[in-house]
Structures are given as C-alpha cells and as structure tokens.
C-alpha cells in the first residue's frame, strides 16, 4: 500500500503530463478501503490559464481538419480505449470501489461507444436550408454553417466517471472543439488515462487538456475568460452555481443534473420483471446514478408483493471487494456522502418510514472496513412531503408508496422540483404510452430503465438541467451555426 500511495495522478495540458508540485495535491481514496491509492496533483489558476490558452491556440487547425479525419481518429480512440480496457477498468475500480462487473459492462464499456456514436452522427450531420420566395419571382438562399465553439470546459462527477466525461469529450472533439476537463476530485484516473490514449492516437497537443482538483479549479474554469461554453454534469446546487459564474459572459451551457426519480407500477405488470427492474433502477451503483429510482408508486392491489419482492432481492445483493465477480453492490463513493445518505435515514425515520430492509451501516470484514459501506435500504410509510421523498439522497435507497389510480399515479409522480426521468411498468400498451409522457421529465422508460440509443436526447427538466445532449442535441451543443443568406 505505502508503495501505490507514491502513484501520481498528473495533469494534462498541452500535450504534456506537468510534473507534480510536491506542495499541492491530495489523496486519492479508494471508497472500498478508505485507503490511498495515489497522490493527485492539484491544478491552480496559472496551469488552469495554460490549459485554456494552448485550447485557444490549437482549435483553429483542429476546426479545420476535415470532419473524416477527425472521426477517424475518434474511432482509433475507441479501438485504443478496447486495446488498454482492463487499465480503464482497474483505474475505475480504484477510484471508486464499484464492482468489477459494473466498470467492465457499464462503465468502460460504453467510453468506446460514445466515440463511435458521435464519430457517426457528425459524420453523417447535414446543414438546414431554405428557398426564401422574395416576391416578383425572385428568390434567395439560406442555409446555415454550423462552426465549434472554440474551449469547451468539461466538468463531470464521479459517479460513472470515464461514461459521462467521454459522453462529452466525443462530440466537442468530433465537432472541432478544444476540451479543458475537470473530472471530479473522487475520481480523476480514467480521465488521466484517456489523456495518454488521445495522446496515442495522434490528437494534436492543446486540443484535449485535463486539470485535477476540486470544485475551485471548477469555478477557475469558468469564469475564464477564453472559455466558450461549458457543459457540466452534476449536482443541481453546482449547476446553479455554475451558472452564476457563466452569466457575466453570457456562453453557452448545457446542464445535466440531479434527479429524484420515479417508478411507476401498475397492477397489471408482469411482476418477476418489473421487480428485476426495479432493483436496477434502484441499486445500481449503489444508487449512485442520477437516473437511480428513489421513488416507487405502486398500484395498491398490488403493494404488498412488490414490497416483498424487492425486499428479498435487496437482501440477495453482494456486497464485496470490487474485484470480486461475485459482488454486485459496492461503496458509497466517499465516508462524507456515506453521512450525507445516513442523515437521510435519520429523517427518513423521523418522518415515520418504516424500514422494510437495511438503514445502517453493515458488516463487511476486516479487510473492508474503512471504507464507505452502506445497507441497500428501502422503506414504506413516507408521503410526497417527506424530505427523504423530495430531495436527492444518491444512495441505495427507494421509498414505496401506494396509489389507486393513474392519474393519482401522475400527479404523484410529477409533484417534485426534479425532472430527470421516470419508469412506467405495465402490461397496457395505451396506458404504457400515456403515463410515460405524461412524466415531466427528460427521459421516460417503460417497461425497462437506462436502456440507451445514444442518438437519442438526454437531459432534464427543472432542477435536473438545462439542454439536452446526445446525436443532433450534442450537434447543436457543441456548435454555433451562422446563417448565410445569398440573394439568387
Ligand atoms: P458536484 O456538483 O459536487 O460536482 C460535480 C463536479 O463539479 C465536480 O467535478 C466538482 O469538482 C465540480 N465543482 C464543484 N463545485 C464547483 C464550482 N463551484 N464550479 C465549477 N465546478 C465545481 O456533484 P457530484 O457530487 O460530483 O455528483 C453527484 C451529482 O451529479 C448528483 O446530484 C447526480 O444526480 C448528478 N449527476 C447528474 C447526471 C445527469 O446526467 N443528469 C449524471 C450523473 C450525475
């Protein structure tokens, strides 16, 4: 342990790793463990000047290489990130105690595909064109270039770090941007590692840059002056604050936040698989996933059943060293959110929950000890106004709610500040149809969650964010059109 301890996280800033400060860095924890596994090497206002400079100074020749030759070099990229993927999967692992499991078929699975899917759409991207009809038979033509912002600042959390950085680093770069990543101070290996492979694959120095550190090398970013847009994912009170810092500038922002989402059961779901579901969407990485359901209206004819059944499967997770394959529920990612879930449990009890599996802290072995464990936990007895019912808790946890009727369903389901997504489990194709776009939300699922197209859109409403990404939504994004119209 004293010999990993010495590893360096660096940073990455115009094509170069910066030799580490002996005088600014911090631990890196792995949340299995409660143990160092690295040193990381803090960026401050002068390298966060560097990055965006050598952004500014290579994006020109970047915007204009030609779109092949840019995809072609995502899609190496990809291929790269395949050839190393069992790196990828052990700097995941460390910096966040998931299950082996999870980072290989979730997490570092989905970094390749984000660049090939984003490699295609710009590929295939077509430009928008009108005939305007002047009058006396004349006419004119309108259609509109669409050209990169310039820096884009990257700032991502660490719940599916590699999954939500490539997310964005994919389409800013297929567009012609430069990139200055922020990934978050949990996690910041697999964005140092994606540094070495873009490095690999030819990407010119200056055009993908990464700095370390915690949310002030965060706000550094954007309030510089040389940035051009900034697309953040992560907590609503952050995103706000992002806001503020982006405001006296006016750039561009896209905002992909929290969520306090909703499942919704009716009577008439096939019930082994909307319990199957339910457990995913509600204890996949140990909740730790902004699409994660915390809240369940069940259809009260059928209460009781989904109430044991999920209960029998929260008991039947593993918890366990991540690299395990037996393990199937990991860490919460650091001892300060372990407090910030279990304060939730205090008010979850003092609201009257009743806990029907979990709410402490449990056993997990010697070896395990010092790290962020936590009970899967799921309660019933709690209403719409409960805290533990309206804000974002971020763990394993889901509260059970009965409801009569459908549209009893909606009006619960939509009662929230949030609106990110939501799951509709029935057997009724109309109905399957109505209630999910009822959902104020951005993504909608029936019968399944986090089931992906990446050409899809993606984002929230409400407190759950601003703008939407994902195939023609990240076009749009990551690009500025000017419209030019010729008179014929
Ligand atoms: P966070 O808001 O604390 O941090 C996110 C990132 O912002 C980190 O890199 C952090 O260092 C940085 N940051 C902090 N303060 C900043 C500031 N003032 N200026 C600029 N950057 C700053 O979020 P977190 O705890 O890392 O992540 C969990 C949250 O992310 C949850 O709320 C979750 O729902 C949300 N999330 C949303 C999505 C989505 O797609 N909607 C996806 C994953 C996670």
Known sequence: MAETARVWVRNFVDGVFIEPDENAWYDNIDPATGASVGRVH???????????TAGRRAVTAWANTPVAERTALLRRAADRIEERFDEFVAAEIGDTGKPITQAR??????????????????????????????????????????????????????????LLLTWKVAPALACGNAVVVKPSEETPSTATLLAEVLAEVGLPPGVFNVVHG????????????????????GSSATGSRVMGAVAPRVRAVSFELGGK???????????????????????????????????VYVQRGIFDAVAAGLTKRAL???????IDEATTTGPLISAAHREKVLRYFDLAQDAGAEVLVGGGVPEVGAELDGGSWIEPTLWTGLTNDAAAVREEIFGPVAALIPFDDENEAIALANDTDYGLAASVWTNDLRRGHRVAQAMD???????????????????GMGLSGLGREGGASSLHFYTEPTNVCVQL
Not at 264 to 292: H, K, M, P, W, Y
Request: contains cysteine.
């Open 42 to 52: 803090t960026a401050d206002a002068t390298l966060v000047d560097r990055a965006v």
């Open 214 to 233: 915690r949310g002030e090398v965060g706000e550094l970013l954007t309030r510089h002056p040389g940035v051009a847009g900034v697309t953040f994912t």
């Open 316 to 322: 039947g997770l593993t918890l366990g060293r991540p």
């Open 105 to 162: 078929t979730l997490d570092v699975r989905r970094a390749p595909q984000n660049f090939r899917s984003f490699a295609d759409t710009v590929a295939a991207a077509g430009q928008e064109s009108f005939i305007t009809e002047i009058g006396d038979g004349r006419r004119a033509l309108n259609y509109a270039v669409r050209k990169p912002l310039g820096v884009v600042a990257i700032i991502v959390p660490w719940n599916l770090p590699l």
């Open 441 to 459: 939300v951005g993504m909608s699922w029936v019968n399944t969650w986090f089931l992906r197209d990446l050409r899809s859109p993606f984002g």
């Open 261 to 295: 989402n909703a499942a919704v059961v009716f009577d008439d779901a096939d019930l082994e698989e909307t319990l199957n579901g339910l457990t995913r969407s509600i204890f996949t990485n140990t909740g730790q996933v902004c699409l994660c359901t915390e809240r």
